[in-house]
């Protein structure tokens, strides 16, 4: 059975923590009108969404994917690299518990689950502002036992990772070259993003689709014309809180329920 865990735009994401955009004003009513029809797509492609407990004071709390990496053998719960979110982290592991064993990132670590990209057994994990050289380590060790390898991939000029690139498909990546270098996944199919679209590269695969924002159209006809599935959703709103569409939720398998 599929799951996404999600959380609900909590009311002060005004206040949200940005690094590389400038603070723009962010509609609540909007954001989350666009959150709502995001798990509606989520629902649409097979998903039961889980949701975990608002957190109105916590302005970056409906990001849920940087409290966790869910693997199919455990859940490692994360320490993110912002101090101000780590408050997130304690609902998010109550509600992974019920599904997993769970493993802790525990200081001098940081990781956001924003910068680990898993492809089969390979994890990439991006290094820059939010997750630190000891969090690879950290993470390195709880899964290389079994039988993942771990990588370490720099990342400039965007928040995380899968600010740059994330899957499509089963050996396709998209992604913006200007903010990690594809020498770094050789033996993968590259697709750059349309030069316009630098926020483009985050795509959230569920199944053989993907869900893809709606404002990314130029970026859109290039992943169509290599015969990617995609079901998009209007997402800029979010978007203004340096966010993309793997940010709002994690998504796994689970068996035997």
Not at 185 to 194: D, K, N, T, Y
Not at 221 to 228: A, H
Request: charged content about 20%.
């Amino acid at each position: 059975m599929l799951f996404a865990l999600t959380r609900a735009v909590p009311a002060s994401i005004s206040e949200c923590e940005l690094t590389h955009l400038s603070r723009a004003p962010i509609n609540f009513e909007r954001a989350t009108a666009q959150h709502r029809q995001y798990e509606e797509a989520l629902e649409s492609l097979g998903c039961s969404v889980v949701r975990a407990p608002t957190l109105p004071d916590l302005p970056d709390s409906v990001f849920v994917e940087d409290a966790a990496i869910v693997l199919p053998e455990l859940a490692v719960i994360t320490r993110p690299g912002a101090e101000s979110r780590r408050g997130e982290v304690e609902s998010a592991a109550a509600i992974l518990a019920r599904f997993r064993p769970l493993s802790h990132i525990t200081p001098p670590g940081k990781l956001d689950g924003g910068d680990v990209l898993r492809i089969g057994t390979r994890i990439f994990v991006g290094i820059g502002g939010r997750t630190n050289v000891e969090g690879v380590r950290q993470l390195e060790q709880v899964v290389a036992p079994m039988g993942y390898s771990v990588e370490a991939v720099p990342v400039t000029g965007c928040l995380h990772l899968k600010t740059a690139i994330t899957q499509v498909a089963e050996r396709t990546l998209l992604l913006n070259p200007a903010w990690v270098d594809p020498g770094n996944f050789a033996g993968f199919e590259l697709i750059e993003v349309h030069p316009t679209e630098p926020f483009a590269g985050n795509a959230l695969k569920v199944g053989d689709t993907i869900l893809y924002p709606s404002d990314h159209p130029r970026t859109c006809d290039r992943l169509t014309d290599r015969g990617v599935s995609i079901k998009t959703v209007p997402a800029d709103e979010l978007a203004k809180a340096e966010a993309g569409v793997t940010c709002c939720s994690i998504v796994f398998v689970q068996e035997n329920l």
